[in-house]
């Protein structure tokens, strides 16, 4: 499992770089505006950051569901699905691979964004003003006014929220990959595919919501535990689903 998970990232490795190199270049750029005290560059280069991010984050959220679409599309496929390995290794390998990716490049934006942080703090501000946020801060969480179980909670939900999204991604390409083979509509279809597969999801979500013991729950801006719940449930039932299409259909 652990080799097929490295060769996974391998097939990533080349975007992972040149988003780690072009935050790398971002981060330098910005210390070199405020250090320099030019104001509009370090403008521009938070207003290019976060259009950077947004589209970074777009793109590595879907990546791993673009590398499985290519995989069914070339030739790669036959080496894919000759490996002395089981269906349910292939694509577990995949979706671990594909969390990995967002985990790093999400850690380093967020260090990237602590860098800028304290870099402004400090060139505008001082070191003690540095230090008075830090202690600011600390006394926000010991008298309770963050909720640890809360922030837990909202990432596990994130987690379980982008599994599925990559589990309707897996599952679409799948489809439509058995449908229309090698064809070149198969990615247009594969598209629609996602979008059905998640308005289905969120009906049942609806539905879920009508029954009695959880009437309360519908329309709560509030994240709760049945959503996570449900959530789980769809992403397994994804990933089943995909394994057995593939096993039957595009392994060889």
């Given at each position: 499992?652990?080799?097929?998970?490295?060769y996974?990232m391998?097939k990533?490795?080349?975007?992972?770089?040149?988003?780690?190199?072009g935050?790398?270049?971002?981060?330098?750029?910005?210390?070199?505006?405020?250090?320099?005290?030019n104001i509009?560059?370090?403008?521009?280069?938070?207003?290019?950051?976060?259009?950077?991010?947004?589209?970074?984050?777009?793109?590595?959220?879907?990546?791993?569901?673009?590398?499985?679409?290519?995989?069914?599309?070339?030739?790669?496929?036959?080496m894919?699905w000759?490996?002395?390995?089981?269906?349910?290794?292939?694509?577990?390998?995949?979706?671990?691979?594909?969390?990995?990716?967002?985990?790093?490049?999400?850690?380093?934006?967020?260090?990237?964004?602590?860098?800028?942080?304290?870099?402004?703090?400090i060139?505008?501000?001082?070191?003690?003003?540095?230090?008075?946020?830090?202690?600011?801060?600390?006394?926000v969480?010991v008298?309770?006014?963050?909720?640890?179980?809360?922030?837990?909670?909202?990432a596990?939900?994130?987690?379980?929220?982008?599994?599925?999204?990559?589990?309707?991604?897996?599952?679409?390409?799948?489809m439509?990959?058995?449908?229309?083979?090698?064809?070149?509509?198969?990615?247009?279809?594969?598209v629609?595919?996602?979008?059905?597969?998640?308005?289905?999801i969120?009906?049942?979500?609806?539905?879920?919501?009508?029954?009695?013991?959880?009437a309360d729950?519908?329309?709560?801006?509030?994240?709760?535990?049945?959503d996570?719940?449900?959530?789980?449930?769809?992403a397994v039932?994804?990933?089943?689903v995909?394994?057995?299409?593939a096993?039957?259909?595009?392994?060889?």
């Open positions: 499992m652990a080799k097929l998970i490295k996974e391998r990533q490795r080349t975007s992972r770089m040149v988003i780690l190199i935050l790398l270049v971002s981060v330098i750029a910005y210390c070199l505006s405020i250090l320099t005290g509009n560059m370090t403008a521009v280069i938070i207003g290019l950051g976060v259009c950077a991010a947004l589209l970074v984050f777009f793109y590595t959220g879907i990546e791993s569901i673009l590398v499985l679409n290519r995989d069914l599309k070339t030739k790669q496929s036959y894919l000759m490996l002395p390995k089981s269906i349910w290794e292939i694509l577990g390998a995949k979706f671990i691979s594909a969390l990995l990716q967002m985990a790093i490049v999400y850690a380093a934006f967020c260090i990237a964004v602590g860098i800028g942080c304290l870099g402004a703090v060139r505008f501000e001082g070191v003690q003003a540095l230090a008075d946020m830090f202690q600011r801060a600390s006394e969480f008298r309770g006014g963050v909720n640890w179980t809360d922030l837990v909670w909202l596990v939900y994130i987690f379980i929220a982008w599994s599925q999204v990559i589990m309707i991604g897996f599952l679409a390409v799948v439509s990959r058995t449908i229309l083979l090698r064809s070149r509509f198969a990615g247009f279809l594969s629609i595919l996602f979008f059905v597969i998640d308005f289905v969120a009906f049942g979500s609806d539905l879920m919501y009508r029954l009695p013991w959880l729950f519908a329309g709560s801006p509030r994240i709760n535990i049945w996570g719940i449900y959530y789980l449930v769809t039932i994804l990933f089943l995909s394994g057995v299409l096993d039957k259909k595009l392994s060889v």
